[in-house]
Nanobody
Framework: QLQACGGGLVQAGGSLRLSCAAS????????IGWFRQAPGKGREGVSL????????YYADSVKGRFTISRDNAKNMVYLQMTSLKPEDTAVYYC??????????????WGQGTLVTVSS
């Protein structure tokens, strides 16, 4: 299973680092995606990283502010979020699948961690 953590309440302009931990399987062969769902809105892709970490992708809305990374030795993936805006408020989920993609099927989903950005 996957577990996302690191969310919380932060003021606009602040930073948070989300972590995604896997248990029961190794992340080495999985691409990881971070997705979010704001209140009353659909789920949107935030960032993707290939299994090797060589390829990363970002939604236009977070490009230049968020950084995705992974440490396969620790079986962890991270999402460093800076310059946070109120519109970043959402539940953030991590997901693991065979191929990175905004619409790709993912085999595992974390339970989500709430990020609230106050203005």
């Amino acid at each position: 299973q996957l577990q996302a953590c690191g969310g919380g309440l932060v003021q606009a302009g602040g930073s948070l680092r989300l972590s995604c931990a896997a248990s029961g399987f190794t992340l080495d062969y999985y691409a990881i995606g971070w997705f979010r769902q704001a209140p009353g809105k659909g789920r949107e892709g935030v960032s993707l990283i290939s299994s090797s970490g060589a390829m990363t992708y970002y939604a236009d809305s977070v490009k230049g502010r968020f950084t995705i990374s992974r440490d396969n030795a620790k079986n962890m993936v991270y999402l460093q979020m800076t310059s946070l805006k109120p519109e970043d408020t959402a539940v953030y989920y991590c997901a693991a699948g065979p191929v990175e993609g905004w619409d790709s099927p993912y085999d595992y989903w974390g339970q989500g961690t709430l990020v609230t950005v106050s203005s």
